[in-house]
C-alpha cells in the first residue's frame, strides 16, 4: 500500500479527530498520535462518546492514546502546538499497526 500524503496543519490550531471501530475482527483498536519518529505521546482532550459531548468538568488534556472497542466512537480535541512532524497511528491486536497517518505542524 502507497504511504498516505502527510497532513499539513498550523501549530496551535484546534482539530477535532473522530476515532471510530466499525470492525468486525477487531475488538481493540487502539488510535495515538506520536511525536516525530520516537514514541512520545502528544496530548489531546477526550471531548465527546459515542456521539454524546462530555460535560466540560469531565475533558480533561491527556496523552493521545485510545483503545476504541467494537461499535464506539470518541472524539477528541487535538492541539498541536509545537512545528513539527507527528504521526496518527491506528493498531490492532498486539500492537500490529494497521495504518500511520504523518502529520506535518507548521507555524
Do not use: C
Not at 36 to 47: F, M, P, R, S
Not at 79 to 87: I, K
Amino acid at each position: 500500500m502507497p504511504p498516505w500524503r502527510a497532513s499539513h496543519k498550523s501549530a496551535g490550531a484546534e482539530h477535532r479527530l473522530r476515532l471510530i471501530n466499525i470492525t468486525l475482527a477487531n475488538p481493540g483498536l487502539r488510535y495515538a498520535v506520536y511525536r516525530g519518529d520516537g514514541e512520545e505521546l502528544a496530548q489531546w482532550t477526550h471531548i465527546a462518546t459515542d456521539g454524546w459531548d462530555l460535560p466540560p468538568q469531565m475533558q480533561a488534556r491527556t496523552e493521545a492514546f485510545q483503545r476504541v472497542r467494537m461499535g464506539e466512537t470518541y472524539d477528541m480535541r487535538v492541539r498541536l502546538d509545537e512545528p513539527g512532524t507527528y504521526r496518527l497511528v491506528l493498531s490492532a491486536g498486539r500492537a500490529t499497526v494497521i495504518s500511520t497517518q504523518p502529520i506535518v505542524v507548521t507555524r
